[in-house]
C-alpha cells in the first residue's frame, strides 16, 4: 500500500468513509480503508494536509474523530477524538505551530496542543459552513456560516475576532439581505478574503476597508455555490455550484472569465493547483476531475464509485510523478493503450458487418428468384 500511496497526486474523502487516493498518471483510485470498519459514522467531511511536507493527511470524520494517514506508509498513524457526534460536522481542519485546529457546524472551535487532550475552545457562531486558515499568517483563521457573517480570529488571541463583517445594505425593495458564508479563503499577499455564498454573490472584503462591507460583489448564475478556490495568480477564484457549474471569475473586474463544463451533480470539493493552470473538482457525481485553467478543457476524469465530500491536492509540479520522482506507471499505461490499439485494429467495424448482412439477404434473394426461373 505504500508504493500506491505514494504514486496518488489527489485525495479524496467520500461518504462511505473511504479515503481514496488518485494517480493521474494512471487515472486510477486506490482506496486506503479497512472494509471490515467501514459506516456512516465514518463519512469523510473534510481533508487537510498535517504537515508542510504533505506526507500526512488529516480526516475529519461525521462520528468527531480526527484520523490521521500517512502517505509514506500507506497505513493510519493515528485516530483522535476531537468532538461529540451531537454537535454536527467538521467545517474545517487546520495545523498551528504542532496544534490541530478543528471547527464543527455548532460554531465549537478549538485548538488541540500536541500531546495533550486539554483544548481551548472559541465559539465563533452557530451554523458554521466553512472555516480556513491564512497560509502567510497560520495563527489567524477565518469563519462564515448560515445568519453568521465573516469574521476573522487570532487563535493567539482568541477571545473576540479581529474583524467581523457588516452585511451589505438593503436591496432594492428596503429588504435585508440574508447571510449565508458557504466558503472562503484567505488571498496571499493581502489581507483580503474571498468569499461565495449560498445566494449565488462572490464577494472581497479588506479589513483595512472601516466599513467591513465588501470591496467587491458579483453573482453568478441563480444557484447556491458550494465551494471555491483561488487560481495561481491569485487574481481569479474558480466557484462551483449545486447544479454542477463550474466558474472562473476575475476578482479584478468580478467579471465571468470562462465556464468549465462536464459536471453533472453538485461540487462538493474543489481546489486549484498553487502553480500549475489546473482545477482538481469533485461532487455528487462520483467523478473526479481535472481541468485546465488555461484553455477550460477537462484533462483527467475517475470514476471513484461513491458520492466526494472533499478534495486534497498535492502541490508538486508535475502530478504525474510521485514524490522523490517516482514515475506513475506511465509506461504500463502506454503498454496497455498499443495492446488496446491492435485489439481495435482485428475487430469488425458495424459497418462492414451490417454491410456483410445485406450481402447475405441480397444473394439469398437472387438464388430465391433464380430457383422459382427454374420450376
Avoid at 128 to 151: F, I, S, Y
Wanted: aromatic content about 6%; some cysteine.
Amino acid at each position: 500500500m505504500a508504493e500506491k500511496s505514494q504514486l496518488c497526486s489527489v485525495w479524496v474523502g467520500s461518504e462511505t468513509g473511504i479515503l481514496k487516493g488518485v494517480s493521474l498518471s494512471k487515472k486510477q483510485a486506490f482506496n486506503f480503508s479497512e472494509a471490515s470498519t467501514l459506516s456512516r459514522d465514518q463519512e469523510v467531511c473534510v481533508l487537510s494536509w498535517g504537515d508542510p511536507l504533505e506526507t500526512e493527511v488529516l480526516l475529519g470524520c461525521v462520528s468527531g474523530e480526527v484520523r490521521t494517514f500517512s502517505t509514506e506508509k500507506g497505513r493510519y498513524i493515528e485516530h483522535r477524538q476531537c468532538s461529540e457526534p451531537g454537535l454536527g460536522r467538521f467545517i474545517g481542519l487546520a495545523v498551528y505551530d504542532s496544534s490541530l485546529v478543528t471547527c464543527v457546524e455548532s460554531g465549537l472551535l478549538k485548538v488541540w496542543p500536541e500531546g495533550s487532550e486539554d483544548c481551548v475552545e472559541v465559539a465563533v457562531g452557530q451554523g458554521v459552513c466553512r472555516m480556513r486558515q491564512d497560509p502567510m499568517q497560520r495563527h489567524r483563521v477565518a469563519t462564515g456560516g448560515k445568519e453568521n457573517p465573516l469574521k476573522v480570529w487570532d487563535l493567539q488571541k482568541p477571545e473576540a475576532p479581529i474583524f467581523t463583517a457588516k452585511n451589505v445594505r438593503n436591496d432594492w425593495l428596503d429588504l435585508r439581505v440574508p447571510v449565508w458564508v458557504k466558503d472562503l479563503q484567505f488571498i496571499p499577499g493581502s489581507d483580503k478574503i474571498v468569499t461565495c455564498t449560498g445566494h449565488h454573490q462572490v464577494r472581497v472584503y479588506d479589513p483595512s476597508c472601516p466599513t467591513r462591507r465588501p470591496v467587491l460583489e458579483t453573482t453568478y448564475e441563480e444557484y447556491p455555490l458550494t465551494a471555491l478556490s483561488l487560481t495561481p495568480d491569485h487574481s481569479s477564484v474558480v466557484v462551483g455550484n449545486t447544479h454542477g457549474q463550474l466558474a472562473i471569475i476575475d476578482l479584478r473586474k468580478g467579471l465571468v472569465r470562462g465556464c468549465l463544463k462536464g459536471l453533472a451533480g453538485s461540487v462538493r470539493g474543489l481546489q486549484c493547483h498553487p502553480s500549475l493552470p489546473l482545477v482538481a473538482s469533485c461532487g455528487l457525481d462520483r467523478f473526479l476531475r481535472v481541468h485546465s485553467l488555461t484553455d477550460r478543457t477537462l484533462q483527467h476524469k475517475v470514476y471513484l464509485k461513491s458520492r466526494l465530500n472533499c478534495l486534497l491536492l498535492s502541490s508538486r509540479d508535475n502530478l504525474e510523478e510521485g514524490p522523490a520522482g517516482l514515475v506513475g506507471e506511465e509506461g504500463v499505461k502506454e503498454e496497455e493503450e498499443g495492446q488496446g490499439d491492435e485489439v481495435w485494429d482485428t475487430m469488425e467495424t458495424v459497418t462492414d458487418r451490417a454491410s456483410k448482412r445485406a450481402a447475405e439477404e441480397s444473394e439469398g434473394r437472387t438464388g430465391k428468384k433464380k430457383r422459382k426461373a427454374a420450376k
